[in-house]
């Protein structure tokens, strides 16, 4: 009953930026919990960021002081700022819901999330 709807990847050069965008519809947007996942050819789907309903933040150590999650409730969007990209940052990125309650000892594991957006490439130059 929930949709994702991830936007904003594309090309950029190192050191630069993106913002990706997750926009949600179905139910109640403000009672999920949010994640962002990457998955690059031949590696396993890693953890990126997490924002809970009451706007805790959690990030992956790689990313840490790069990035940035955030919500818009009034919009139903979270929102991932990319900056100071890498080469290794490449990769395809997927946005995530659960519902309700999440334990935050594992906001990182893949497979507690109820709800997956298609993906949006992100590709960083050298």
């Known amino acids: 009953q929930v949709q994702l709807v991830e936007s904003g990847g594309g090309l950029v050069q190192a050191g630069g930026s993106l913002r990706l965008s997750c926009a949600a519809s179905g139910r109640t947007f403000s009672n999920y919990n949010m994640g962002w996942f990457r998955q690059a050819p031949g590696k396993e789907r890693e953890f990126v960021a997490y924002i809970g309903w009451g706007g805790n933040r959690y990030y992956a150590d790689s990313v840490k002081g790069r990035f940035t999650i955030s919500r818009d409730n009034t919009k139903n969007t979270v929102y991932l700022q990319m900056n100071s990209l890498k080469p290794e940052d490449s990769a395809v990125y997927y946005c995530?819901?659960?519902?309700?309650?999440?334990?935050?000892?594992?906001?990182?594991?893949?497979?507690?999330?109820?709800?997956w957006g298609q993906g949006t490439q992100v590709t960083v130059s050298s």
């Open positions: 995530a819901a659960k519902d309700y309650g999440l334990d935050y000892r594992v906001v990182g594991d893949s497979s507690r999330y109820d709800y």
